[in-house]
């Protein structure tokens, strides 16, 4: 009997283990595409991140050049 119980949970296994790869198969391209695009989107964010910083110096840098200029 014990033969037999470990004969049905390995067939059971073994026929999850084959679905799960026919269905990773179907979503493989999917997957990939989703991390390409969360990889872009993290270098966007970064990016904008920058910019941003470099906007807020340029700013206070023509501020500054504005006051030096009025002074003169």
Same mark, same amino acid.
Request: proline fraction near 0%; hydrophobic fraction near 35%; charged fraction near 25%.
């Given at each position: 009997?014990?033969?037999?119980?470990?004969?049905?949970? /390995?067939? $059971?296994?073994?026929?999850?283990?084959?679905? *799960? /790869?026919?269905?990773?198969?179907?979503?493989?391209?999917? $997957?990939?595409?989703? =991390?390409?695009?969360?990889?872009?989107?993290?270098?966007?964010? /970064?990016? *904008? $991140?920058?910019?941003?910083?470099? !906007?807020?110096?340029?700013? !206070?840098? *023509?501020? =500054?050049?504005? !006051?030096?200029?009025? *002074? $003169?």
């Amino acid at each position: 009997m014990a033969n037999g119980t470990l004969n049905w949970k /390995s067939v $059971i296994y073994d026929q999850l283990k084959a679905r *799960n /790869s026919k269905e990773r198969y179907r979503f493989t391209e999917l $997957i990939e595409t989703q =991390s390409r695009l969360f990889d872009v989107r993290f270098k966007l964010q /970064s990016e *904008n $991140i920058r910019l941003a910083q470099q !906007t807020q110096t340029l700013r !206070t840098e *023509n501020l =500054s050049l504005q !006051t030096r200029a009025q *002074n $003169i």
